[in-house]
């Protein structure tokens, strides 16, 4: 049972560059999650879904879009990466608002 | 708004020693609370929850119970291992702007010495 899969596991991009987050799970979950992790932050909502086609924005939503075609799969584009996006970056899938969370293993993304 | 409020890290114990990681937290509404764990280069898991008020989550030998009235969520094992050693996150979750979203503390390292 693969869970939630996120590619790729790292990343170093140029200032300005763009690219997309890959997430997919398995679970047949309605809602998917964006988070960001900074050392000594705990975990930062960057966008979340709450089914095919929708969509909303967490606590830090500036510089990313979200697009949620599937059930299955929650792509996190960024444009025109800054330094200040440098973190990791975890997708999370739910059954349902208030049940446990499941993530996946990370992006570590690095912007220089 | 909501917020979780967890010890500051790190802590370091020897094996077998009882551990206790402060959390607390405000909230609106009624929440359900979540304890977390990250092992090195993972992601996130579920280690215990609680969705009312006296409610204790149990999972691993680690413990915490809902206090209501002291806003709490305190996790607590009585004799660590190594492999515990790990972050370990509180989190709440409530109902605001029409949808579900969990709020996390900053987490706490754990380090487990033989």
């Known amino acids: 049972n693969a869970g939630v899969t996120q590619t790729p596991k790292f990343r170093i991009l140029k200032i300005g560059q763009s690219m997309t987050l890959q997430c997919t799970q398995d679970?047949?979950?309605?809602?998917m999650y964006w988070y960001r992790q900074d050392p000594g932050m705990g975990l930062k909502l960057i966008y979340y879904s709450v089914g095919a086609g929708i969509t909303d924005k967490g606590e830090v939503p500036n510089g990313y879009n979200v697009s949620r075609s599937t059930t299955e799969d929650f792509p996190l584009r960024l444009e025109l990466a800054a330094p200040s996006q440098t973190s990791v970056y975890f997708c999370?899938?739910?059954?349902?608002?208030?049940?446990?969370?499941?993530f996946g293993d990370g992006t570590r993304l690095s912007i220089l | 708004g909501d917020s979780v409020t967890q010890m500051e890290g790190p802590v370091t114990l020897s094996e077998e020693a009882f551990l206790t990681i402060n959390c607390t937290y405000t909230a609106t509404g009624y929440p359900s609370l979540f304890w977390y764990v990250q092992y090195p280069g993972e992601g996130l898991q579920l280690l215990l929850k609680?969705?009312?008020?006296?409610d204790k989550g149990s999972n691993k030998g680690f413990e915490a119970t809902y206090r209501k009235e002291t806003t709490s969520f305190h996790l607590e094992k009585g004799s660590v291992q190594v492999s515990d050693s790990a972050v370990y996150f509180c989190a709440l979750s409530d109902r605001r702007a029409g949808s579900y979203q969990l709020t996390f503390g900053k987490g706490t390292k754990l380090s487990v010495i033989p």
């Open positions: 999370a899938s739910s059954y349902g608002g208030s049940q446990p969370q499941h």
């Open positions: 609680a969705t009312k008020a006296d």
């Open positions: 679970m047949n979950h309605n809602y």
